[in-house]
């Protein structure tokens, strides 16, 4: 759990799919996150093209602006022992799979993705919502997690 130091809010973060690790579960996490048919009717009669589209954009500005601030909170996870990268190789101070992982984040939050050259704010975002709702993705994820809703 997370709680917001200004507001005293608090949400709930599920480490075991951070960095990438739902893309290792039996059944991998196909979607960037969850946003099924039923969430996108909950936002609306503008669904995704509304008001979510434009926070997204602007979350994602903020993300790219602090891009080195986040980089170096998240770089803290590499030294967790609570956290499951997997086996160190021989000699290394910091697990290979860490680094990767953060790798990709900061490839993210610089536009690219999938070894592709570097999108825009709003092309990433309508990227990520792409794939987010696609039909091809969310048939592919776990039955219990009920996508088609």
Known sequence: VLFDSQSGDCCHVDFSCLFDKGLTLERPER????LTPNMVDALGVTGVEGAFRRVCEITMTLLRQHRETLMNVLEAFTHDPLMEWGPNRPGEKVNYNATQAL???????????????????QGQ????INEATSDANLCKMYIWWMPWY
């Open 103 to 121: 790798r990709n984040i900061d490839d993210r939050l610089r536009g690219i993705v999938s070894h592709g050259l570097p999108m825009s704010t």
């Open 31 to 34: 979607v960037p996150f969850r």
């Open 125 to 128: 975002v309508r990227h990520l």
